[in-house]
């Protein structure tokens, strides 16, 4: 069955990404013009990867990329409770001014354990760009850090995403825009 053939709908394609994306690294090229060093941009793996890719792209900054992963979520569509931390930083951000980059916030247990994380470690702000949103299901409020911001791609209505670096069970991370899967499939 061909991949496209598994989604119900499509709820912003390839061309609104790209759109947005673009209006978000703007932003936070104009928000960081004297930063020294440049912002840190951290991807919380496996999700943000393909969002950091086309985001760090455009922005016109000398900035550098790193990962952390945090995992709760397992196989399903419903998390685990309170994030581990399962990958750590290689760069030291003390007295740097870091930009977490996430695929979705849902509940915002994961954005606040990392948050907390990077403050530990000294870092002199901490912002987060976020694709996608869910208010309709948070249960922990998160604050970026100092002088930090809160970026965000687009409002996600309550369902369970994929595509866009987004997976059910480790598949469809590389559909190039975000849908909902035939409800056969969650099974
Ligand atoms: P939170 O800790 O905010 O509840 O969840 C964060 C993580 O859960 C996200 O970074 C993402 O990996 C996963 N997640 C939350 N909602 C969705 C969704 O609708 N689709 C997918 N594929 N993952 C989601
Ligand atoms: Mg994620
Ligand atoms: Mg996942």
Same mark, same amino acid.
């Given at each position: 069955?061909?991949?496209?053939?598994?989604?119900?709908?499509?709820?912003?394609?390839?061309?609104?990404?790209?759109?947005?994306?673009?209006? $978000?690294?703007?932003?936070?090229?104009? @928000?960081?013009?004297?930063?020294?060093?440049?912002? &840190?941009?951290?991807? /919380?793996? =496996? %999700?943000?990867?393909?969002?950091?890719?086309?985001?760090?792209?455009?922005?016109?900054?000398?900035?550098?990329?790193?990962?952390?992963?945090?995992?709760?979520?397992?196989?399903?569509?419903?998390?685990?409770?309170?994030?581990? $931390?399962?990958?750590?930083?290689?760069? @030291?951000?003390?007295?740097?001014?870091?930009?977490? &980059?996430?695929?979705? /916030?849902? =509940? %915002?247990?994961?954005?606040?354990?990392?948050?907390?994380?990077?403050?530990?470690?000294?870092?002199?702000?901490?912002?987060?760009?976020?694709?996608?949103?869910?208010?309709?299901?948070?249960?922990?409020?998160?604050?970026?850090?100092?002088?930090?911001?809160?970026?965000?791609?687009?409002?996600?209505?309550?369902?369970?995403? &994929?595509?866009?670096?987004?997976?059910?069970?480790?598949?469809?991370?590389?559909?190039?825009?975000?849908?909902?899967?035939?409800?056969?499939?969650?099974?």
């Amino acid at each position: 069955m061909a991949l496209d053939s598994h989604i119900e709908k499509v709820i912003w394609t390839a061309g609104e990404i790209s759109d947005r994306v673009a209006e $978000l690294a703007a932003e936070i090229t104009s @928000d960081f013009p004297a930063a020294s060093p440049a912002p &840190v941009l951290v991807g /919380v793996a =496996t %999700g943000a990867f393909v969002f950091l890719a086309d985001l760090v792209r455009q922005i016109k900054l000398p900035i550098s990329v790193d990962f952390i992963r945090a995992d709760s979520y397992g196989c399903g569509t419903e998390s685990a409770g309170a994030p581990r $931390l399962s990958l750590d930083l290689k760069a @030291d951000v003390r007295g740097k001014h870091v930009i977490l &980059v996430e695929d979705i /916030v849902d =509940t %915002g247990s994961t954005l606040a354990t990392l948050i907390s994380h990077l403050e530990k470690r000294g870092a002199s702000s901490v912002s987060v760009c976020a694709f996608l949103d869910k208010p309709a299901r948070r249960k922990v409020e998160f604050q970026v850090v100092g002088s930090g911001k809160y970026y965000r791609g687009f409002e996600c209505p309550d369902y369970f995403v &994929v595509g866009y670096g987004m997976d059910f069970a480790e598949v469809y991370r590389n559909l190039p825009y975000v849908g909902v899967l035939k409800p056969e499939l969650y099974s």
